[in-house]
């Protein structure tokens, strides 16, 4: 008489169950990552001007005006991409010119060693403010300090312009040091936080939107 083998102790139930379990895990994986590539591939020109919302916006979306509101739906803050807005003088940069601005930004921020001491899109230090959405922070609007303080007449110039001599606007008690950033890479870094800004990350950083005026801002 044959003696009955529990199935949790048969070495071939053990073996088709991996080969399923890794079976479907392969097929997972390789559908989340179709679907990550989808979901973070940057859009283009064609998308904002179509008004075709995309998480990752096209360089382009430097000639139009960024706010982040709450979506009831999505129960956080999202990016709203506008009508156009000038960014130093223009409105009409092209896909080539937005793309080697926001690419000399990012080497600028690199070179800088900025995630020193900022986190940007959640990597980085944490002992200076975060800059995913730096672009966003009402500080920097009409109705705030900076662009008074730095006597510009716009809130990308105002940025350029505490970038390259920071020295001179004391905002924090950590302040930030003179980096020897030129107008070109100030310039540049502006345009990047702006692009960063504008990027859907599924209302990263959660606290930005409590600061008073962030949402529906200006």
């Known amino acids: 008489m044959s003696k ?12 088709r169950s991996a080969a399923w ?7 997972l994986l390789i559908w989340l990552t179709f679907d990550t590539s989808g979901q973070i591939a940057m859009g283009t020109d064609s998308d904002l001007q179509n008004k075709i919302t995309k998480r990752v916006p096209a ?8 706010t982040y509101e709450m979506s009831d739906k999505r129960g956080h803050e999202v990016p709203v991409i506008g009508e156009k807005e000038k960014f130093f003088g ?11 601005l926001l690419h000399l930004g990012k080497l600028a921020s690199q070179a800088k060693n900025c995630m020193n001491c900022h986190t940007l899109l959640g990597n980085g230090a944490y002992y200076a403010p975060d800059l ?19 006597g510009k007449n716009s809130k990308e110039e105002a940025m350029a312009e ?11 008690e950590r302040m930030m040091p003179n980096l020897g950033i030129t107008e ?7 345009a990047f936080l702006k692009h960063m800004a504008s990027i859907d990350t599924n209302g990263f950083p959660r606290n930005f939107g409590r600061m008073e005026g962030a949402i529906h801002g200006k």
Do not use: C
């Not at 379990?21 to 097929?27: K, L």
């Not at 223009?90 to 080697?100: F, G, I, L, N, T």
């Not at 505490?162 to 924090?172: A, G």
């Open 21 to 27: 379990v890794t079976g479907f895990a392969s097929i």
């Open 90 to 100: 223009r409105d009409d940069y092209s896909e080539k010119e937005a793309a080697d």
């Open 162 to 172: 505490f970038l390259m001599h920071p020295s001179k606007y004391p905002t924090h």
């Open 184 to 190: 070109d890479e100030a310039k540049g870094l502006v």
């Open 132 to 150: 995913t959405k730096a672009w966003l922070d009402p500080a920097w609007g009409e109705s705030g300090s900076m662009m008074a303080l730095t």
């Open 4 to 15: 009955e083998v529990s199935v949790w102790t048969d070495n071939r139930f053990w073996q």
């Open 59 to 66: 360089p382009t979306v430097i000639n139009y005006k960024v």
